[in-house]
C-alpha cells in the first residue's frame, strides 16, 4: 500500500514563504495524478492544487500565481512552493495520489501550515 508523507507545514507570517514535501514510499511517476488539499478549522477537504503525469497541473483559483505544484519523480516527491502566504491559507495540508482516474486515493497525514497576519 502506497504512503505518503507531508513536511515542510510550520508557523509564519503573512507574505511568507513555505515548501511542502511529500514523500511516497513507491514510484509515483505513472500515476495519474498527485496533489495538494487543505483543510481549514470546521471546513472541508478543498483542492489546493493537482499535477498530472504529463505535467498538467490546475489550482484554486484563491492560490493561482502564488502557488507551484510540482514533482520530481527520480525522489518520488511531490512539492507545494508556497509564496505571498495569507491567513486564509492556514490549514492541514494533505497529499494525495491517484493511481488512475477510478482508483481510490492515497492520503498522507497531513502538515500544519499556519500563516499570521
Known amino acids: 500500500q502506497l504512503q505518503l508523507v507531508e513536511s515542510g507545514g510550520g508557523l509564519v507570517q503573512a507574505g511568507g514563504s513555505l515548501r511542502l514535501s511529500c514523500a511516497a514510499s513507491r514510484s509515483i511517476a505513472s500515476f495519474y495524478e498527485v496533489g495538494w488539499y487543505r483543510e481549514a478549522p470546521e471546513n472541508q477537504r478543498d483542492l489546493v492544487a493537482t499535477i498530472t503525469s504529463g505535467g498538467s497541473t490546475n489550482y484554486a483559483d484563491s492560490v493561482k500565481g502564488r502557488f507551484t505544484i510540482s514533482r520530481d519523480n527520480a525522489k518520488n516527491t511531490v512539492y507545494l512552493q508556497m509564496n505571498a502566504l495569507k491567513p486564509e491559507d492556514t490549514g492541514v495540508y494533505y497529499c494525495?495520489?491517484?493511481?488512475?482516474?477510478?482508483?481510490?486515493?492515497?492520503w498522507g497525514q497531513g502538515t500544519q501550515v499556519t500563516v499570521s497576519s
Open positions: 494525495n495520489a491517484k493511481a488512475a482516474r477510478t482508483t481510490p486515493s492515497s
